[in-house]
């Protein structure tokens, strides 16, 4: 069964910084793009950044400037730099891995990370 782990969210104050990460365990299958989700109470997940297998990128609004998603595809690994955090940034993030399993493509979500960001 393919699963993501995710890890690094915590408690930080404004201005600082978090970086989260995404493992796949499953040696056997590739992963071809990566997202990242935050989700408020209440609220639908939204898109916080994308990694596509060409290593390009797409990024919320919100977080252009302050956010960098990049990928180790030895490490079949995630990562979600968040500098100048702040107070809205406030969420449950999840991880997301676009799954290539012999001939197959399907979707796996992280178990989430809680991030909480003072004022």
């Known amino acids: 069964q393919v699963q993501l782990v995710e890890s690094g969210g915590g408690s930080v104050q404004a201005g600082g910084s978090l970086r989260l990460s995404c493992k796949c365990l499953?040696?056997?299958?590739?992963?071809?793009?990566w997202e990242w989700y935050r989700q408020d109470p209440g609220e639908n997940r939204a898109l916080v950044a994308r990694?596509?297998?060409?290593?390009?990128?797409v990024y919320a609004d919100s977080v252009k400037g302050r956010f960098t998603i990049s990928r180790d595809n030895a490490k079949r690994t995630s990562y979600l730099q968040m500098n100048s955090l702040k107070p809205e940034d406030t969420a449950a993030y999840y991880c997301?891995?676009?799954?290539?399993?012999?001939?197959?493509?399907?979707?796996?979500w992280g178990q989430g990370t809680q991030v909480t960001v003072s004022s």
């Open positions: 997301l891995g676009e799954v290539l399993d012999r001939g197959f493509k399907y979707e796996i």
């Open positions: 499953s040696s056997d299958v590739e992963i071809d793009a």
């Open positions: 990694a596509s297998a060409d290593s390009s990128t």
